[in-house]
């Protein structure tokens, strides 16, 4: 089973940065996907970014295009590089694992069977 861990949220001005983390710990065969959802309040969970950790493939959601990176350390630790950060940047950033992705460029939760706690990130103007 894997365990998944955030870090690196909190509070930061318009156009400023953040950089979450995100370590994998437990049965890390079972990994190959590692992505960053996240959820603000009254909202869907919304894929933001992916990284095929074998491939090194990368996928973003059009809103954070240009301002977010996806990056690993191997299997066991994925980051997420905010830069240029906005007001609805805020919500509730989760780490996420699967084994396959059928669709990659979706992003869509159900396809991701493992997920963290959750690491806040607030966004004032």
């Known amino acids: 089973q894997v365990h998944l861990v955030e870090s690196g949220g909190g509070s930061v001005e318009a156009g400023g940065s953040l950089r979450l983390s995100c370590t994998a710990s437990?049965?890390?065969?079972?990994?190959?996907?590692l992505a960053w959802f996240r959820q603000a309040p009254g909202k869907e969970r919304e894929g933001v970014a992916t990284?095929?950790?074998?491939?090194?493939?990368t996928y973003y959601a059009d809103s954070v295009k240009g301002r977010f990176t996806i990056s690993n350390n191997a299997k066991n630790t994925v980051f997420l590089q905010m830069n240029s950060l906005k007001p609805e940047d805020t919500a509730m950033y989760y780490c996420a694992s699967a084994l396959t992705v059928r669709v990659p460029s979706s992003m869509r939760p159900e396809y991701y069977g493992r997920w963290g706690q959750g690491t806040q990130v607030t966004v004032s103007s």
């Open positions: 990284i095929d950790t074998l491939g090194g493939s």
């Open positions: 437990g049965y890390l065969p079972e990994i190959n996907w």
